[in-house]
C-alpha cells in the first residue's frame, strides 16, 4: 500500500510540475498501453511497461527489450519475453537501476521475432519513457530506495 501510496503522490506531483509524457506508440504488432518508472521496494528503481497486441503470429512470440542504461547508454539492459499465440497483452520490467537523471527521456527498443532463436525479425516497437520528479522529492527517493538522482 505504501508503494501504491508513493507512485500515486509522484504521479500527481509529476502532472502539478507540467511534464509531459511521451506519447504512447503504435506499431504493426504492439501498442504501448502504459509506460514509466516504478520505485522497488528492496532498492532502486525499475522501467515499467505494459502492451496490447494488434497483430498476432500463428505461434509463439519471442520478444527481447532493450532498456537504455541510465548509468550507459552503450550498454542496454535486457529482457526476453515469450508471449503465447492468443495472448491479447504483456507487461515487462528492467532490472533495477540505482542512479537515474532527472527529466530525461530513456528509450525501450523491442525486437518480435517469430523463433526461439531469435533469428526470424518480424517487427519492432520503440517507447521513450520520461523520467521526471520534483526536485524536492530526490533526497526522499534516494534515502528510502537507494537511488541517486542527478
Excluded: W
Aim: charged content about 20%.
Amino acid at each position: 500500500m505504501r508503494q501504491i501510496t508513493l507512485l500515486f503522490s509522484l504521479l500527481l506531483a509529476t502532472l502539478a510540475h507540467g511534464t509531459s509524457t511521451p506519447d504512447p506508440i503504435k506499431s504493426e504488432y504492439l501498442v504501448s498501453t502504459s509506460a514509466g518508472f516504478m520505485f522497488d521496494p528492496d532498492g532502486g528503481a525499475y522501467y515499467a511497461l505494459s502492451f496490447d497486441v494488434l497483430k498476432s503470429l500463428p505461434g509463439t512470440l519471442y520478444v527481447i527489450v532493450e532498456f537504455e542504461n541510465p548509468v550507459d547508454a552503450a550498454k542496454p539492459m535486457t529482457t526476453e519475453i515469450q508471449v503465447q499465440h492468443g495472448k491479447s497483452s504483456f507487461q515487462t520490467r528492467s532490472p533495477s537501476v540505482h542512479e537515474i537523471k532527472n527529466k530525461q527521456r530513456y528509450r525501450v527498443n523491442l525486437k518480435l521475432y517469430a523463433d526461439a532463436a531469435c533469428t526470424q525479425l518480424v517487427g519492432t516497437h520503440h517507447q521513450d519513457v520520461l523520467f521526471d520528479i520534483p526536485r524536492q522529492m530526490k533526497s526522499q527517493l534516494a534515502a528510502q530506495f537507494g537511488v541517486t538522482i542527478k
